[in-house]
């Protein structure tokens, strides 16, 4: 049972990114699957969240309108299509799966965490 993120690197501001996290060992369809990010010297923070099962979206203030969650259910992936990049997006993100299915927003609702791949914003 594992999630694995990938697709960080460094990106100049305004610029796009996007980043896949695949779930392997189980199926996701009760779960609701998170992204959220940590960058030095700061908590960790909500980014977006997908309910696997329905599709629906929720996205944090700072990143709605530039951020855009997705998946694809025959490769059990989730990706997050980063447009707009500013500097205040380099962090480490993390995807995270939270059984239930239901969209949630704090770190303490998710069940299972991916290692975190690291995004870089800078000119």
């Known amino acids: 049972v594992q999630l694995q993120a990938c697709g960080g690197g460094l990106v100049q501001p305004g610029g796009s990114l996007s980043l896949s996290c695949q779930a392997s060992g189980y199926s996701l369809d009760e779960y609701a699957i998170g992204w959220f990010r940590q960058a030095p010297g700061k908590e960790r923070e909500f980014v977006s969240v997908i309910s696997w099962r329905t599709g629906r979206t929720y996205y944090a203030d700072s990143v709605k309108d530039r951020f855009t969650m997705s998946r694809d259910v025959a490769k059990n992936t989730v990706y997050l299509q980063m447009n707009s990049l500013k500097m205040e997006d380099t962090a480490v993100y993390y995807c995270?799966?939270?059984?239930?299915?239901?969209?949630?927003?704090?770190?303490?609702?998710?069940?299972?965490w991916g290692q975190g791949t690291l995004v870089t914003v800078s000119s």
């Open positions: 995270a799966a939270a059984r239930g299915g239901n969209i949630a927003r704090s770190a303490d609702e998710y069940d299972l």
